[in-house]
Structure formats: structure tokens, C-alpha cells
């Protein structure tokens, strides 16, 4: 008689939340069952409170919206956007997990070069599971995984790594362009599948893409603010960028890696590149100036939790940025509350946490 067949425990299953933002009925779920069913979702709910969102049966998940997130956080609901992805950051702070995973309502799963369907979110988990090497680049890419090493030359000093706080994924299909490059590449599609993992090196800066994203929430959580976007807001589609740019600098700060490559998922639709350019058109003047804002800022020897550092930031923010647009003084007014918040609702996360080494 043939023994029963064990079915294995999804890796983290108790230890990680999946953070979807959505303003429609979850279909794409059903072709992600294989891979996110065990696990338990959080929806943010953007837009009208009152539209009823379906969620295909079988999976395990909270829903809130609107009207949650002002009940919950009352007066400092205000630091969560609205009408737009952005408000998937209240998901990261409701969770009680230590891992998030966060993807868009239209990402499908995609497939390698060999026809087989990706597993995302365990190579995200292969990825945050793995140290970063931020401090010296191996030429091999990712050192750890199976069939590479630290090549000639690579300090011995190093080679344990650091813990990683994110893992950033990427698309096939339709890239993460900006609006200009929608308008004069509008066929363009990403058809190149890269097996390669890198940590991004200390003092590089990067465009973080929200839509594949992954990281360790007791790590890096309270930097993960996607800051205000969206109604009433001058800007848009910024929210992962300031999130990655703030992450990246409290990171190098902290000893800890980015890593970014795969997974990739499919980006199966391309928003419309004029309402973006109306949304984008502000940031793209400013981010001459805010990139270079991030790629110098400095954070003092007592930032030894993340909220310090995102506080301190926020100091920065306001007192380098406020220069350029009233905006600034409102986002960094934000970034303090959205601490606050976090605190809050997690009391036990502003413990100092141990350092990487540089």
C-alpha cells in the first residue's frame, strides 16, 4: 500500500502577510492560488468605501477601507493617501507579521524561458531569507545561491553578508516606465528574462517599484511609508520611489542590503501614459533636486532604531526640500505622524535592532 502523500508547509506561512491595494473585484487571485492561497492577505481598499470587493473563495484575508483607516487611526488617518496604491502602506502597518510581500491587481504570474510558472513570492522569501552583500560587489552576482561563490579578491572579512531587508522584483510585458517613456516607446515591452540577483552597493540610490516587492517588516517596516499621493496631493506615482529612496538611505545607515533581480511577475496592463504625465509631471522636475537630497543625506550615530532614522529624515526633508515646494513641509509633517501611527499600533518595534557590519 503506497504511503499517503505529505503535502509541505509553505515557507513562513505564519510569518508573512500579503499586502494588496485594489479598487476592484480580486479575479487575478484565482491564478495565483497555487502559490498564495496558504498564506494570509491584507486588502487596502482604495477609493469608494461602499463599492462591495470580491474576493475569489478559499483565501484567507482582512479587508479595509476607507472608513477602517480613519477609524483606526482617526486624526492621523491623514497621513494615509487616498485614490491612490499608496494607501498600501496602512496594510504594512496593520500587519502583525515579520515578512510582507506586496503585488498590484494586475500582475500575473509569469513564466521562465522554460515555460514554467514563477513562484514569486518564494523567491522573494529565498531572497530576504539570504544575506545582502552591499559593502564590496561580486562580480558573480548573488554569491549564495547554487552554482556561484565570492570570486578572486572578494574580502574574506565580507563574506558572511548582512541580513536583507527587501527584496525588489521585476516585470516582464510592461515595464515600470515613466510617462515621456510610455509616450515615444508606447509598443515597448520587456521580453528579457535575467537570472541574476544583485545587492544594490552602500550609496547607491534606486527607482523602487512597489507593484513585485518584498521585506522583512520587523527590519525595515517603518521606513516603508509611501507618503502622500494621490486626491489633494500635487503629485502621484512617486509613493515607491520616496519609499525606496528613505528604505535605501536607512538601510546603508544601518548595515543592512536591498537586493533586487528576481522574481519577476507579468505586468499585463499599461495605465494611460497622459493621466500619468499629469500625475508624474511635478516629480519629474523635482526629482533633480530629491535625488540629490537623498544621495547626500546623513543620519547621526544615535539613529540606532529605524524610527529615529525616519524622524531624523524627516527633519532633513523639511528643512532641504521646503525650499522647493510647500509640499514638502506637508509630506515630512506626514512622515512624523506616520511614525507615530506605527508606533501605535506596534508598540514593541522602536527596540534597537542589531546592526549590519560595514
Not at 507579521?97 to 491587481?105: E, G, H, L, N, V
Amino acid at each position: 500500500m503506497a504511503a499517503a502523500s505529505v503535502t509541505p508547509t509553505p515557507l513562513l506561512k505564519d510569518e508573512l502577510d500579503i499586502v494588496i491595494p485594489t479598487i476592484r473585484n480580486l479575479d487575478f487571485l484565482e491564478m495565483w492560488r497555487p502559490f498564495l492561497q496558504p498564506y494570509h492577505l491584507i486588502i487596502v481598499q482604495d477609493g469608494d468605501p461602499n463599492k462591495e470587493i470580491k474576493v475569489p473563495e478559499g483565501f484567507d484575508y482582512e479587508l479595509y477601507n476607507r472608513n477602517d483607516i480613519n477609524k483606526i487611526l482617526g486624526p492621523k488617518a491623514s497621513c494615509i493617501s487616498f485614490k491612490d496604491s499608496a494607501c498600501r502602506c496602512f496594510g504594512y502597518m496593520v500587519s502583525k507579521k515579520k515578512y510582507i510581500f506586496t503585488i498590484d491587481d494586475d500582475c500575473f504570474v509569469a513564466k521562465d524561458p522554460t515555460g514554467k510558472e514563477i513562484d514569486a513570492l518564494a523567491q522573494h522569501i529565498k531572497n530576504l531569507l539570504c544575506p545582502s552583500t552591499p559593502f564590496f560587489f561580486n562580480t558573480l552576482y548573488e554569491p549564495y545561491r547554487e552554482g556561484a561563490d565570492f570570486v578572486r579578491g572578494y574580502p574574506f572579512s565580507l563574506r558572511e553578508g548582512v541580513p536583507t531587508a527587501v527584496s525588489h522584483g521585476l516585470w516582464l510585458n510592461i515595464p515600470d516606465y515613466d510617462a515621456p517613456t510610455q509616450l515615444v516607446k508606447p509598443l515597448e515591452r520587456n521580453k528579457r528574462y535575467v537570472d541574476a540577483v544583485l545587492t544594490i552597493p552602500k550609496g547607491t540610490l534606486f527607482p523602487m517599484c512597489g507593484m513585485n516587492l518584498a521585506f522583512d517588516r520587523e527590519l525595515i517596516g517603518p521606513a516603508m511609508y509611501f507618503g502622500l499621493m494621490g486626491d489633494g496631493q500635487p503629485i502621484g506615482r512617486y509613493d515607491d520611489m520616496w519609499a525606496g529612496w528613505c528604505t535605501k538611505v536607512i538601510c546603508d545607515h544601518m548595515g543592512w542590503g536591498i537586493k533586487t533581480g528576481l522574481p519577476y511577475i507579468w505586468h499585463s496592463k499599461a495605465s494611460n501614459p497622459f493621466v500619468n504625465l499629469k500625475k508624474e509631471y511635478k516629480g519629474i522636475y523635482w526629482q533633480e533636486e530629491i535625488i540629490p537630497f537623498f544621495q547626500t543625506a546623513t543620519l547621526s550615530k544615535k539613529c540606532d532604531t529605524v524610527q529615529k532614522c525616519y524622524i531624523e529624515l524627516s527633519k532633513q526633508v523639511k528643512d532641504k526640500l521646503g525650499n522647493i515646494d510647500p509640499y514638502f513641509t506637508k509630506l515630512a509633517d506626514a512622515m512624523v505622524t506616520w511614525i507615530e501611527a506605527w508606533d501605535e499600533l506596534n508598540p514593541s518595534t522602536g527596540t534597537k535592532l542589531p546592526n549590519g557590519t560595514a
